[in-house]
């Protein structure tokens, strides 16, 4: 699954890039030739154009980042559950950890501590 997100926001970024590119020029072309469009009457034409542009940009580019969130939000997601996992195997052998047992998982928890805190930026990133 997260492997098709990773390939699909690849997609979306290339997407917003080549969007930024092509609004870029627009902008650069449109500066040359002010005085001619001014003097032609051509303002509401070129406006059009670059507003078009900076909106396919702008839905190109949101698309990206909340691919990029998704991705994130997934991978997370499973660190979370990995936590939940280490609660409820304590509760299954009673609340009793020998030191075997007890090293791995206060390594495993202290590597999901930034996980688990950035979880809801993330999720809030998705939602808007």
Do not use: H
């Not at 699954?1 to 627009?26: F, G, H, K, L, M």
């Not at 559950?81 to 299954?92: D, N, Q």
Request: hydrophobic residues 50%; charged residues 20%; neutral net charge.
């Amino acid at each position: 699954v997260n492997r098709e997100v990773i390939a699909q926001a690849a997609e979306a970024q290339s997407v917003s890039a080549a969007a930024t590119s092509a609004r870029s020029s627009d902008t650069a072309d449109a500066l040359q030739c002010i005085r001619a469009i001014k003097f032609t009457g051509w303002e509401s034409s070129v406006l059009r154009s670059l507003t078009l542009a900076r909106d396919i940009e702008v839905d190109a580019e949101r698309k990206s980042i909340s691919f990029r969130a998704l991705t994130t939000l997934t991978s997370e997601f499973g660190t979370a559950l990995a936590y939940v996992a280490c609660f409820v195997t304590y509760f299954l052998f009673g609340g009793d950890f020998d030191s075997a047992l007890l090293v791995p998982a206060v390594v495993v928890l202290g590597s999901m501590r930034t996980p688990i805190w950035s979880f809801p930026a993330q999720m809030s990133t998705i939602l808007r």
